[in-house]
Nanobody, 123 residues
C-alpha cells in the first residue's frame, strides 16, 4: 500500500513563504502526483500536479507563486509556496495516482492520499 506523509505546514504572515514536502513510500512503477487543499466549508481543490515525465499544471490562483517539484529519486514531492495570502489558508494534501499519465488537478483521479498538513496565513 502506497503511503504519503506531508510536512512543512505552519503559520506565516501574508507575503511569506513555506515549502511543503510529501514523502512517498512503497511506490512501484510510475505515478503522477499532486497537491490539493481544502479550506473549512469548501470543496477540495487542486493546487498543482506533476506527471512522472515532469509536466506540471497549476491552479490559476497559485500560478507564479507556487512551484511543484520532485527529488531525483521521485520519492519526495515538494510545493514551494511564495507570496502567501490569507486565501491560501487550508489543509494541504498530497496525492498519487499510478500510471504514465499527464498532470491533473481533479481530485477524483487520484487513488492515494496523505493525511494533510495545515497552512495558515495571517494578514
Amino acid at each position: 500500500q502506497v503511503q504519503l506523509v506531508e510536512s512543512g505546514g505552519g503559520s506565516v504572515q501574508a507575503g511569506g513563504s513555506l515549502r511543503l514536502s510529501c514523502v512517498a513510500s512503497r511506490f512501484y512503477g510510475n505515478y503522477r502526483m499532486g497537491w490539493f487543499r481544502q479550506a473549512p466549508g469548501k470543496e477540495r481543490e487542486g493546487v498543482a500536479s506533476r506527471s512522472t515525465y515532469g509536466a506540471t499544471t497549476y491552479a490559476d490562483s497559485v500560478k507564479g507563486r507556487f512551484t511543484v517539484s520532485q527529488d531525483n529519486g521521485k520519492t519526495i514531492l515538494y510545493l514551494q509556496m511564495n507570496s502567501l495570502n490569507p486565501e491560501d489558508t487550508a489543509m494541504y494534501y498530497c496525492a498519487a495516482d499510478p500510471g504514465w499519465l499527464p498532470p491533473t488537478l481533479l481530485p477524483g483521479h487520484y487513488k492515494y492520499w496523505g493525511q494533510g498538513t495545515q497552512v495558515t496565513v495571517s494578514s
